[in-house]
């Protein structure tokens, strides 16, 4: 082993901490190992990631420390399981995983430190896969996906949005705009957020099941009660009918577009909102509503 290898890889101590991993962190990424001579998947883990860090000659550092030895800092961290990595830069933990990886991810997660890869790129790609485990029926693994997106690039709306759809989909309609408000300033107006947020909106509007079927006997009743219409539009919208919700309200455009202020006209632009520019149901409400206006 080299001195140099020496000088990025070491093993520590709760003494050494101060010196090896926050102030060495202010001038090099750090990056610490905690572990234990009985874990299995530590064993396969420090070699793996030991090959990575030496193949970055020095731009990153990387500590060793045997938790049965030294507990202290481990303790402080909330370290429950091993191993357990965290990256440490300038100071202050930066990111940081639990469980054993394979070593693609320990290349991207060195990569973050030294700035080899592209945190924003990479949330995009753990989105695309939650999408697909959306997809197949696995919102916890979507949820999960959604979530480490986050930790990876806060400001990357569309996990922002598939986290607060996995809220709204399991009917936690307020865990889903809690989510909503708390994104940056920066992406509120993206449209999978106006889109999740146009989806809480039509579901707080609606209303009972009973009075639904009691909407649908007035407006079958009487046509032309637009305001009967207007209301069991935004009941079958809020039960996810949106296909059937607009052709009530293209009706109501048709026969009265002013009707109410433009309600039905307004309302249709929040399903269109909600439901997404490739959706079938915007894309032939939209043209039904052109028709009709541009008539």
């Known amino acids: 082993m080299t001195e140099a290898t020496i000088d990025v890889i070491k093993d520590g101590s709760d003494m050494g901490f101060m010196a090896d991993v926050i102030e060495a962190s202010k001038e090099t990424p750090v990056i610490v190992d905690f572990w234990a001579p009985w874990c299995g998947p530590c064993k396969q883990l420090m070699p793996a990631l030991e090959r990575v860090v030496k193949a970055e000659n020095g731009k990153v550092k990387m500590v060793k420390i045997n938790i049965d030895q030294n507990p202290g800092v481990a303790g ?5 399981s091993i191993p357990a ?11 940081g995983f639990m469980g054993g990886q394979p070593e693609s991810e320990l290349k991207k997660f060195v990569g973050r430190l030294t700035g080899a890869s592209d945190p924003a790129a990479e949330a995009l790609e753990l989105v695309s896969r939650a999408k697909d485990s959306l997809a197949a029926g696995d919102p916890g693994g979507a949820a999960q996906d959604f979530a ?7 400001e990357c709306a569309e996990a922002h949005a598939g986290l607060a759809r996995v809220y709204l989909d399991s009917g ?46 007035k407006v079958e009743q009487n046509p032309d009660d637009l305001d009967a219409r207007l209301e069991l539009a935004k009941a079958l919208a809020g039960a996810g009918r949106n296909a059937e919700a607009v052709n009530h309200l293209i009706y109501s455009v048709g026969k009265d577009r002013m009707h109410d202020d433009e309600a039905a006209r307004k309302f249709l632009l929040t399903i269109f909102e909600a439901e997404g520019t490739e959706s079938e149901v915007s894309i032939d409400g939209r043209r039904r509503l052109s028709s009709i206006l541009f008539a």
């Not at 402080?76 to 429950?80: A, E, M, P, T």
């Not at 990595?85 to 990111?95: L, M, R, S, W």
């Open 76 to 80: 402080q961290l909330g370290v429950q």
């Open 85 to 95: 990595v965290f990256a440490f830069k300038d100071g202050q933990p930066v990111d």
């Open 148 to 154: 480490n997106a986050l930790q990876l690039h806060p």
């Open 172 to 217: 936690n309609e307020d865990g889903a705009a809690e989510i909503i408000a708390a994104v940056p300033e920066a992406i509120a107006e993206h449209p999978e957020i106006a889109a999740i947020r146009s989806q809480i909106s039509l579901k707080a509007e609606a209303p009972e099941a009973d009075e639904t079927a009691e909407l649908i006997a």
